[in-house]
T-cell receptor, first 116, second 111 residues
Framework: GAVVSQHPSWVICKSGTSVKIECRSL??????MFWYRQFPKQSLMLMAT?????????EQGVEKDKFLINHASLTLSTLTVTSAHPEDSSFYIC????????????FGSGTRLTVV | QKEVEQNSGPLSVPEGAIASLNCTYS??????FFWYRQYSGKSPELIMS????GDKEDGRFTAQLNKASQYVSLLIRDSQPSDSATYLC???????????FGRGTSLIVHP
C-alpha cells in the first residue's frame, strides 16, 4: 500500500531555533499533503493543506510565517517550525491522499517536537 | 465551524464483548466517513471507510452510517486487549477531500 515516510520521529530543540520536518511519499505521487498538529488527548488539528507547486493553504489561526510549508515535488513536502517556542511542542503528522483512491488517507509516522 | 463530535471516554469493555463507538457530525454535505485507530504516540491508521447509509462489515469491525441523523458508529465484535486504543472519527468536508477529525474515544479492553 501507499507509504508516507516522515522524519525525524522525534526532535528536541532550543527555543528560538527552527526545525524542519519532512514527509516523503515512497510509492505514489502525493499532489496534496495535509499537515496536522496533535496535543496530548486532543484531536488532530489541520494546520495546512499543501499542493505540489503552489502555496499552502493555512487553516484559520495558523501562522503561515511561523509554520513554513514547502511542497516542491510530488513526493516531498516539508514543514519548518521557525523560531520555535515551548508552546510549539506537539506531535506533528503529515497525511496524503493517494490520487484515485477513495479510502482515507495515508499518514506519516509523526514527529514528536519538544522545544526546551 | 464544522464539527465532528465523539465522547472522549474512556469506554471500558471486557474481552470478548462488543465495543460501540459513536460519532456525530454537523456538515450535512459530508459524503465520506472514516474510522481510524491511534495507539499512544503513534499516527492514526485507517480501519474502515463508509460512504452510504447502512452497515459495512470488515472482519470484527462494522461501520454504521445514518446521514439523516448525521451519525456514524463503529462496532468492534469480540474485543481484544490489543484493540485498546483511541478511535478517531473523520468526516470529509462537504465537496472536498479535506477531513475533519473528532477528538477520539479511548477504548480499554480488559482481560
Amino acid at each position: 500500500g501507499a507509504v508516507v515516510s516522515q522524519h525525524p520521529s522525534w526532535v528536541i530543540c532550543k527555543s528560538g531555533t527552527s526545525v524542519k520536518i519532512e514527509c516523503r511519499s515512497l510509492d505514489f505521487q502525493a499532489t496534496t499533503m495535509f499537515w496536522y498538529r496533535q496535543f496530548p488527548k486532543q484531536s488532530l488539528m489541520l494546520m495546512a493543506t499543501s499542493n505540489e507547486g503552489s502555496k499552502a493553504t493555512y487553516e484559520q489561526g495558523v501562522e503561515k510565517d511561523k509554520f513554513l510549508i514547502n511542497h516542491a515535488s510530488l513526493t516531498l513536502s516539508t514543514l519548518t517550525v521557525t523560531s520555535a517556542h515551548p508552546e510549539d511542542s506537539s506531535f506533528y503528522i503529515c497525511s496524503a491522499r493517494v490520487q484515485g483512491a477513495s479510502d482515507g488517507y495515508t499518514f506519516g509516522s509523526g514527529t514528536r517536537l519538544t522545544v526546551v | 465551524q464544522k464539527e465532528v463530535e465523539q465522547n472522549s471516554g474512556p469506554l471500558s469493555v471486557p474481552e470478548g464483548a462488543i465495543a460501540s463507538l459513536n460519532c456525530t457530525y454537523s456538515d450535512r454535505g459530508s459524503q465520506s466517513f472514516f474510522w481510524y485507530r491511534q495507539y499512544s504516540g503513534k499516527s492514526p491508521e485507517l480501519i474502515m471507510s463508509i460512504y452510504s447509509n447502512g452497515d459495512k462489515e470488515d472482519g470484527r469491525f462494522t461501520a454504521q452510517l445514518n446521514k439523516a441523523s448525521q451519525y456514524v458508529s463503529l462496532l468492534i465484535r469480540d474485543s481484544q486487549p490489543s484493540d485498546s486504543a483511541t478511535y478517531l472519527c473523520a468526516v470529509n468536508r462537504g465537496g472536498s477531500y479535506i477531513p475533519t477529525f473528532g477528538r477520539g474515544t479511548s477504548l480499554i479492553v480488559h482481560p
